[in-house]
């Protein structure tokens, strides 16, 4: 049973879906589980970012509806090295004005959102990251200038009712 449970949550995972994160995540170890294990789990990475090192990270974004973005670095070894959520507040706090989009998605993932909004001169990038006690989703929002540079970060509670 538990091996049909991997089966269906691995078929979902390669769909996007992130019903059986929770699940996959457990069955993954760092240091012991290879880059095959990742995907088997997790399906192919919407992005593969190089590292120096020459290792691999691997991004697996839950957006626009769901609220996580796992970036997963393999070895050199193909072995699994680290998994990390990147949406959380010590990595908000690493996007500075200047930075370029690809700075930014390389930190936290593709967004959920982008809207350009013509009269502020400015692209809204927004990455839904949690709910207030009511239940309104949370967005994490970087503001691009015209020269597709941050300018800013801010947050917003979209409210429902």
Known sequence: MNR???L???LL?????AACDQFNLKELEPGVSTAADVRQRFGPPQMEWHNDDGSVTWEY???PMGTECFMMTIGTDDVLRKVEQVLNESNFARIQRGMTGDEVRRILGAPGTRERFGLAKETVWGWRVGKEASGDPVYFLVHFNDDARVARTSRFVEQRG
């Open 4 to 6: 049909l449970f991997a």
């Open 8 to 10: 269906l949550c691995s």
């Open 61 to 63: 974004t839950r957006q």
């Open 13 to 17: 995972a390669a769909l996007g879906l």
